[in-house]
């Protein structure tokens, strides 16, 4: 009996080593991690992935992270952190490289693909090296997803070669975020929405090549009108994926513009914001006309010292008119450069197009623009789209060289923003 016993005995203590000696190694080692060797040599291992707006990450032994967490990072045990901060909820893919040539000479970039074939690229990338890894040749990379296949399971990320365009390989991870997410309902074009007193309407949309083209319509007081255009439309899915584009002329009064998501999603809300054109002559919704002002003679900036002026929550101020200055002191005066002035725009609710309708001179003769519409862009054209907040805009003068006391009269029209839903076109 005695010797039973002591039989038992040693057997709970041989297991009890066994265990004990397993979670020694456990606690002293690192969770297995996908990986990928590229053909430099180097090896590639995805670290982890967050999501969210405060991202942290820690590279070191379990039994390092289990220490460093109950001191609530008090002590660091070897634990190596990480960290970032985004605006918006963002999907970071943390990629360790090991080994392989000098960062100076290593690039590679990431991109996921959904099962569709889809692909997301990343916005931006953080490049921890030197001093935080522990090999000079090591580095962290973490790419920045704000648009990602969210549906799936899993997440593939594809290394790919700067150079070659070419994919060098694949490396998976458990999807942060994988649903399940709400149902739109879909109705197909023509689809008409209403804002204030316009109908804007979707008349067709159809896909070509990786960019949507669409024929929008507008209806004001009754009446179908051209004094309306698109120029910004944010795509998005029931997923969360969104994307800003600004659409540009196609053929037979058609818009084009990139989404960057994928057209296998059950449907996409477009949120298009209409703003009227350059040579719109409906009733603006604010009117004004500066103080007189002459630009420099012999070049340079005249600055004003009136008050901003304010209608309809629209706020706009002449900050100053500019004579460019000639190469040639002893150039004509017909050879030097239009002058141009700077307007600040404050616009809470909401963009406008400001359009720079005319210029009126001291002698009371009136130099109109050749209206054309600038993108967001532009700098210098008669009639630019402000977008909502503070916006610094540059219109080029009509007037001839040497012009005095100029008045600059302003026409600003507020934009009109409807939303469609639609189930795109794969």
Not at 8 to 27: E, K, Q, W
Not at 32 to 60: I, M
Not at 131 to 160: H, K
Request: aromatic letters at 8%; a positive charge.
């Amino acid at each position: 009996m005695k010797r039973r016993s002591r039989l038992l005995l040693a057997f709970a203590l041989c297991l009890l080593s066994l265990l004990l000696g397993a979670g020694a190694l456990f606690l002293a080692g690192e969770e297995p991690r996908p990986a990928q060797r590229l053909p430099d040599g180097s090896l590639l291992v995805l670290e982890g992935v967050t999501y969210g707006k405060q991202h942290t990450l820690a590279l070191g032994p379990r039994w390092g992270k289990l220490l460093f967490a109950l001191t609530s990072g008090r002590q660091t045990f070897g634990v190596r952190t990480f960290g970032s901060s985004t605006a918006n909820d963002t999907l970071i893919v943390w990629v360790r490289k090991q080994g392989g040539p000098p960062l100076a000479a290593w690039r590679v970039d990431f991109g996921l693909k959904d099962e569709h074939g889809c692909k997301f690229f990343p916005f931006g990338s953080i490049q921890y090296r030197a001093g935080s890894m522990p090999s000079a040749r090591d580095c962290l990379q973490a790419a920045q997803f704000q648009n990602f296949p969210r549906r799936g399971a899993t997440l593939s990320l594809d290394v790919l070669d700067p150079r070659a365009k070419g994919a060098l390989g694949v490396l998976t991870a458990p999807n942060p975020v994988p649903g399940p997410y709400p149902e739109w309902k879909t109705a197909p074009p023509p689809l008409t929405q209403a804002s204030g007193n316009a109908l804007f309407k979707l008349a067709t949309m159809e896909r070509i090549a990786a960019s949507q083209v669409a024929v929008f319509r507008a209806v004001e007081q009754g009446r179908p009108t051209a004094e309306w255009e698109p120029v910004g439309i944010v795509t998005s899915d029931a997923t969360g994926n969104a994307t800003t584009s600004y659409p540009r002329r196609g053929a037979r009064d058609s818009w084009l513009w990139p989404t960057g998501l994928c057209p296998h999603e059950p449907a996409w809300k477009l949120r298009t914001t209409f703003a009227r054109t350059a040579k719109a002559q409906a009733k603006a919704d604010m009117l004004w006309t500066s103080p007189p002002v002459s630009p420099p003679a012999g070049g340079g900036s005249a600055r004003l010292l009136s008050q901003p002026a304010i209608q309809n929550g629209i706020t706009l101020e002449l900050q100053k008119v500019v004579q460019p200055r000639h190469y040639d002191k002893r150039a004509p005066l017909r050879e030097r450069p239009p002058p141009f002035a700077l307007v600040r725009v404050v616009s809470p609710g909401g963009p406008v197009r400001l359009t720079l309708t005319q210029v009126t001179d001291g002698a009371g003769r009136v130099y109109r623009p050749h209206l054309e519409p600038g993108s967001r862009d532009s700098r210098g054209t008669s009639s630019q789209l402000c977008f909502e907040g503070r916006s610094l805009r540059q219109f080029r003068l009509p007037t001839p060289p040497g012009a005095r006391d100029l008045r600059l009269t302003f026409a600003a029209y507020r934009t009109r923003t409807v939303e469609y839903v639609v189930r795109p076109e794969p």
